[in-house]
């Protein structure tokens, strides 16, 4: 079996959120057991607080939050956040368009001022160019995958040298569950019982609806995660028992002059007990991730640290004190010269053609708000303010309808 998204996971998560979309849009009720207008509010509302913290908590690493690119921003709210709350810049991604599409509406109920610059794209695919953002976020996004390890390579490519990947929310996989059926967000009543007799966790799952339609809905085991956080040079993780058990911190770190290390096999390893809860119960993980500033990949071997007191270790000496240019102008301005607030024409010049494999940078038309490619010559006019940044064949297979009336605007010259 491949370990990428095949084709029917991907059109499920177009087809199925377009749907979902309507009824989060609070215009036809779609799926009964999902979250309705109401419910999606107040769980965006609590998303905005969850994000919140984990900003917080990234500051105290003095990294550059900017030019930022978000994985699966879903309805945009951890962007629109981090640009309302830190002044920053970049792009809220997905593979739905109309996902997408409902920030228009969620922008203002949630009172933000401005609206992300937002790309509809694959992830394996990201549409820009390679070593080109400082801070690259996910959130509740990698276990629609088979395997994250191929999205975290494609991270680790756009990535800037030094920068920084965070994700959080995704699960680690727990060893016994009957998994007897799938169940919606929303329980039905045998369920709730199940649940205040603490077993409906072991003998049933959640993502029904995501199921019925194609989507992928993961949980991954520590061997996996460990395997796919491999892809980064240093790593900083912390798994959490479901739903309230012990919180166990796990580090990879060089000891000095890194990135001349490599991890040891089985570095992502809670102590015994931890490891029983978690296996169990099965659990979360969260990670901050970051590449080195060369941009080669470190040699093997050697100078490996495992410690299972993360506490006497400050962010400076785990991660080293090395900064980007931008760092020492202030947290989270600049990486641009000047400091000042990007240009547009700056944050389309990490922009990068999804069609050529070379990934050459996009020019940007003013006059007529389009992207073009310099080597294939395609355009890319932006739809209510999205971008669709496919190849050309993804974009037939997954967006057909738009490419029928598109047509006409995308130029294909020799
Ligand atoms: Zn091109």
Same mark, same amino acid.
């Given at each position: 079996m491949s370990n990428l998204q095949n084709l029917r996971n991907q059109q499920g998560e177009v087809n199925f959120r377009r749907k979902l979309a309507k009824q989060f849009a609070g215009q036809e009720v779609m799926y009964p057991g999902e979250p309705s207008y109401k419910q999606n509010l107040s769980i965006i509302r609590? %998303?905005?607080?969850?994000?919140? %913290?984990?900003?917080?908590?990234?500051?105290?690493h003095e990294m550059t939050l900017e030019p930022y690119l978000e994985i699966g921003s879903g309805i945009g709210q951890g962007a629109m956040f981090l640009e309302d709350q830190y002044k920053t810049q970049g792009f809220a991604t997905d593979i739905s368009?109309?996902? +997408?599409?409902? #920030?228009?509406?969620? &922008?203002? &109920? *949630?009172?933000?001022?401005? @609206?992300? /610059?937002?790309? =509809? =794209?694959?992830?394996?695919? *990201? $549409?820009?160019?390679?070593?080109? *953002?400082?801070?690259? /976020?996910?959130?509740?996004?990698?276990?629609?995958? $088979?395997?994250?390890?191929?999205?975290?390579?494609?991270?680790?490519?756009?990535?800037? $040298?030094?920068?920084?990947?965070?994700?959080?929310?995704? $699960?680690? #996989?727990? @060893?016994? !569950? +009957?998994n007897l059926w799938q169940r919606d967000r929303n329980l039905r009543w045998f369920e709730k019982i199940l649940r205040s007799l603490l077993v409906l966790h072991f003998i049933s799952k959640i993502g029904k609806s995501e199921i019925e339609n194609n989507i992928l809905e993961e949980a991954f085991s520590l061997k996996t995660w460990e395997k796919t956080l491999n892809v980064f040079d240093a790593v900083q993780a912390t798994l959490k028992a479901f739903p309230y058990g012990p919180i166990s911190v796990q580090i990879k770190t060089p000891k000095k002059g890194w990135p001349q290390y490599h991890p040891v096999r089985g570095w992502l390893?809670?102590?015994?007990? &931890?490891?029983?809860?978690?296996?169990?119960?099965?659990?979360?993980?969260?990670?901050? =991730?970051?590449?080195?500033?060369?941009? #080669?990949?470190?040699?093997?071997?050697? !100078?490996?640290?495992?410690?299972?007191?993360?506490?006497?270790?400050?962010?400076?000496?785990?991660?080293? #004190? %090395?900064?980007?240019?931008?760092?020492? %102008?202030?947290?989270t301005r600049g990486f641009f010269e000047g400091g000042e607030r990007l240009s547009e024409q700056k944050l389309f010049e990490l922009l990068a053609c999804p069609n050529c494999k070379q990934k050459p940078g996009l020019n940007y038309h003013k006059s007529t708000k389009t992207l073009s490619c310099p080597i294939c010559k395609t355009t890319y006019k932006s739809k209510n303010g999205i971008f669709m940044l496919f190849s050309r064949e993804q974009m037939a297979k997954l967006y057909p309808e738009k490419v029928k009336g598109q047509k006409s605007k995308v130029k294909i010259s020799s």
């Open positions: 609590g %998303r905005v607080k969850d994000y919140k %913290r984990y900003f917080k908590s990234l500051i105290s368009y109309d996902t +997408l599409l409902l #920030a228009n509406h969620y &922008k203002d &109920k *949630l009172h933000f001022k401005k @609206m992300p /610059f937002r790309v =509809c =794209c694959d992830v394996y695919n *990201l $549409p820009f160019k390679t070593n080109s *953002l400082p801070f690259i /976020f996910t959130v509740e996004t990698l276990h629609h995958f $088979p395997d994250p390890k191929p999205v975290l390579e494609e991270i680790y490519r756009v990535l800037a $040298p030094g920068g920084y990947f965070y994700f959080n929310e995704e $699960p680690v #996989a727990q @060893m016994i !569950n +009957l390893n809670p102590p015994l007990y &931890k490891n029983i809860l978690l296996q169990i119960l099965g659990g979360g993980i969260e990670a901050l =991730c970051k590449k080195s500033e060369k941009e #080669a990949k470190p040699p093997i071997q050697k !100078n490996v640290v495992q410690s299972s007191a993360p506490h006497n270790i400050t962010s400076e000496n785990f991660y080293g #004190a %090395r900064q980007t240019p931008s760092e020492s %102008r202030g947290r």
